[in-house]
């Protein structure tokens, strides 16, 4: 069995035309691999390319160009090969609210064809394992919002596909609704399925991808775990919450660091460093020097979030650059 379930070399499409002026190329060249039985998240901003993306992978959208293969399947010249082996998720429930969620699997059983009988039997095995059993009977317009996602994340899984297509999966859920999802995804992976997430979350991300792929502008800017690409990004960074936000300036004059930024509204202080512990004994110390209270005091890690700015303003000055 091959170790990579998603292949794509230099994708590309263009929407739009010539005659109009209004062209333009949602994917420009991707590159991509993703690796069986793991979660690969797509992060990326509005107009990246991510939702195109998906839908060439699930045989929706036909590439202009490009090579791309999905469980050891062309999408273009096998996309029924394609269809059999995919689950997909897209960012809006496909229940019926007036059906129970029994009676919502049993009818995705039908229309994928498994017969009377089985699409009963894989009902029952996903209501439980999705710990729906004692709702399956209730109509879905009374399950609450990590209920109905479960449920909709079970459907998509009726024909027990090999890879799975989440596009945005968590959007309006409350904390507890993400959590079941995470853990209904987890679960899945475990199992063996291999899941390619397209998320705004970037916590999401943090929690549930063994692999990271920021998309700008159509293509893939960087690539890795959420620990290389925070590495990358700059390293530790220590934060500095002082009690006093008109002892700012002062503070960012007496304290050994470079690279500080400045945030009043919340008197915050924020600067890469190389030694965790080094940085926090001089900056205590520094304070302490010139009597500046600080309220906390941090050594952390960048968030993904600060990673995906990082990068995504890194790719879009690089493009300004080659336009100028």
């Known amino acids: 069995m091959a170790e990579t379930a998603i292949v794509i070399e230099g994708l590309r499409k263009r929407y739009g035309g010539r005659r109009t002026g209004a062209a333009k190329n949602a994917l420009d060249g991707l590159d991509l691999t993703v690796a069986r039985a793991s979660v690969h ?8 390319g991510k939702t195109t993306l998906v839908r060439i992978l699930s045989t929706l959208l036909r590439p202009d160009a490009g090579r791309v293969e999905v469980a050891g399947h062309d999408v273009v010249t096998e ?9 997909l998720l897209g960012q809006h429930a496909a229940l019926d609210e007036d059906l129970g969620g029994r009676q919502n699997l049993e009818m995705f059983g039908r229309l994928h064809h498994l017969g009377a009988r089985r699409a009963r039997a894989r009902a029952d095995e996903l209501l439980a394992r999705f710990e729906l059993a004692q709702a399956g009977h209730k ?45 209904a995804v987890r679960c899945l992976v ?3 399925t291999t899941v390619l997430l397209t998320t705004q979350y970037l916590e999401e991300a943090d929690q549930l991808a063994d692999r990271v792929s920021v998309v700008d ?9 959420a620990d290389e690409l925070k590495a990358a990004t700059g390293g530790d960074r220590i934060d500095v919450v002082l009690r006093d936000a008109s002892r700012l300036d002062a503070a960012v004059a007496r304290l050994p660091l470079s690279g500080v930024s400045v945030d009043p509204h919340r008197r915050l202080l924020s600067a890469p460093v190389t030694d965790r512990m080094a940085a926090l004994s001089a900056v205590v110390a ?22 995906f700015l990082h990068l995504t303003d890194t790719a879009q000055h690089l493009k300004e650059e080659a336009t100028a």
């Open 79 to 87: 996309p029924g090969a394609v269809r059999r082996d995919i689950g």
């Open 217 to 225: 502008a159509g293509r893939v800017v960087a690539d890795g775990t």
């Open 286 to 307: 520094a304070l302490g020097e010139a009597g500046i209270e600080a309220e906390d005091i941090t050594v952390r890690r960048p968030t993904l979030d600060e990673v």
């Open 139 to 183: 109509p879905v317009k009374a399950y609450s919002g990590g209920m109905r996602r479960r449920l909709d994340l079970a459907a998509s899984l009726i024909t027990e596909p090999e890879v799975l297509f989440l596009d945005e999966p968590t959007t309006g859920l409350d904390p507890r609704g993400r959590a079941e999802v995470w853990g």
């Open 190 to 192: 475990g199992g063996g």
């Open 41 to 48: 998240a797509l992060l990326g901003p509005n107009g990246a």
